[in-house]
């Protein structure tokens, strides 16, 4: 029974604590954006990147498409 009485001041105290941990983050923007990591983790690039001086092919050394065309590219687009 004496027990309790560290207990519960303990668990008070810990929900107190939880609490302040979940306002700060909710204040400093953590639950913002909920789905674009997400969205960032589909659209991952997993070609490896050219070394220095190499071109990747279809674009030029400048780095624009080969084609200009209307400079959209295909696929879904992150939301912004």
Known sequence: MEILYLLIPL???LVFLIG????WSVNNGQFDDLEGPGYRVLMD???????LGQEE???E????????????TSGPQLPK
């Open 45 to 51: 690039d997993d070609r490896p990147r050219p070394e």
């Open 20 to 23: 302040a941990v979940f306002w």
């Open 57 to 59: 092919p279809g674009k």
């Open 11 to 13: 668990s008070v105290v």
């Open 61 to 72: 050394a400048d780095g624009k498409p080969a084609d200009p065309g209307d400079g959209k």
